[in-house]
């Protein structure tokens, strides 16, 4: 086990000369502070063989509705301000340390107001992306069980334009819904402006689940061991934790307790779900495995928050991947067991010629079970330019496995009363 990533929340004075103090102190002030914070929880994690790989570091929404310059003036001015802002903080990061920073393009209570911000977001979002690597973002498409339909369009057309000419650049945005401030994984992380700064801990534990599920000669006693190292995992992190987080006034959100993978055989989701008995993962009966590991994770406690689920990002466990390669599983699969995960589909490769259309209607269903099952759920969809279903793929990156491009049901000519193409703004399940 190891903990993927220590993710701290700060409002940052957006527009504000770097001397002005924001809660009693400068950004710098407050950078020197986490700087110093970081170094004394990775020591405390050390001193408990605990490898900490990541900092990172997560702001309020780049847009907000209430703050009147980012719509009243023209996009050219407003890019301007926005990477004035970027920059700063790109400094500090670099500065001090951190290896990523992320925040939300909108809050998903401004999403009545996205037509203001479209343009904006279409037209030059992607060159922020590229222009600081570092820089995590994503764009949420529902609010108060409102699924909003112009978000949908603006994910879809922007995934397609991350893609081209570098689908590498997908990795770091999402499609989100349902997704609380603070949560330590990236690329939906953000940080509510009304809070105080806070830090929460993501954890990388698929080697703990594929060790109790080998050693287990049931699925009772699998379930329970489960559930038990689980527990002891929460108190070891919470105790660490806790006592960083009083002696540098910050205060501690939580742990997501999603065992997250790695793409190694021994530190894989797919091969734990394996080891319960399943043929392999994506035949029938996963499911099964998706729900014990799911129903294991100790969310009646009070420091686990985000998505604390299973996960299945495509690229980043060795065992998907690997099933993927095989054809064992497609898209649907993903869907499915997305009713039981946390992040939904994660890291998925699709063919270059999607279409805005096909990927509006997959980011609806994974917005459909988010609002249905009231569950944080994400879509990091990663269009693949000249590749097709089941095709080689392969990046040169630490955290991927080959694998090939995933196989889903394409959409011929649309029909007249196609949803796509409808007017429509929004549709709410609970009015």
Do not use: W
Not at 22 to 36: D, T, V
Not at 205 to 214: L, P
């Amino acid at each position: 086990m190891k903990v993927r990533a220590i993710t701290i929340g700060q409002t940052i004075p957006i527009f504000k000369k770097e001397d002005v103090k924001e809660n009693g102190a400068s950004l710098e002030e407050n950078f020197i502070k986490f700087s110093k914070f970081n170094d004394d929880l990775i020591k405390d994690f050390e001193n408990n063989n605990l490898e900490v790989e990541t900092k990172r570091f997560c702001t309020q929404p780049l847009l907000n509705y209430e703050n009147q310059l980012y719509y009243k003036k023209n996009n050219f001015e407003t890019i301007n301000l926005l990477h004035e802002v970027l920059s700063n903080l790109k400094n500090k990061i670099e500065k001090y340390k951190f290896d990523y920073f992320a925040c939300c393009t909108m809050l998903p209570s401004d999403l009545k107001h996205l037509d203001k911000f479209r343009n904006l977001i279409l037209d030059e979002f992607h060159k922020i992306i590229i222009s600081y690597p570092n820089f995590f973002t994503s764009l949420p498409i529902a609010f108060n069980g409102s699924i909003n339909f112009l978000a949908l369009k603006t994910g879809a057309r922007f995934i397609k334009k991350l893609s081209e000419p570098e689908p590498f650049n997908n990795l770091k945005f999402c499609i989100s819904s349902n997704v609380q401030p603070n949560t330590p994984f990236f690329p939906a992380s953000y940080h509510d402006e009304t809070d105080n700064e806070k830090f929460s801990i993501a954890l990388e534990m698929a080697d703990e689940v594929v060790t109790i599920f080998s050693e287990a000669k049931s699925l009772q006693e699998a379930k329970a061991n489960l559930r038990v190292r689980f527990l002891e995992i929460y108190d070891l992190v919470v105790k660490i934790c806790e006592k960083s987080a009083q002696k540098y006034k910050i205060q501690f959100s939580g742990i997501d307790f999603s065992p997250a993978p790695f793409p190694d055989p021994k530190r894989s989701i797919g091969t734990a779900i394996e080891e319960l008995g399943i043929e392999y993962f994506g035949a029938n009966g996963s499911m099964l495995g998706a729900a014990l590991i799911t129903n294991a994770i100790p969310k009646h406690k009070e420091k686990v928050l985000g998505f604390s689920g299973l996960m299945q990002p495509v690229f980043e466990d060795h065992t998907i991947a690997k099933r993927l390669a095989e054809n064992r599983f497609n898209l649907d699969s993903l869907l499915l067991y997305s009713t039981m995960c946390g992040t939904g589909l994660d890291c998925v490769p699709l063919p270059g010629d999607v279409s805005e259309r096909e990927l509006f209607y997959i980011l609806l269903d994974i917005c459909t079970l988010s609002i249905k099952l009231n569950k944080p759920l994400t879509a990091r969809l990663m269009p693949i330019p000249g590749k097709k279903a089941g095709d080689d793929v392969n990046f040169d990156f630490e955290y991927f496995a080959p694998t090939k491009i995933i196989e889903f049901r394409r959409l011929g000519h649309p029909r007249k009363n196609n949803l796509f193409n409808r007017d429509e703004d929004t549709f709410n399940f609970h009015t």
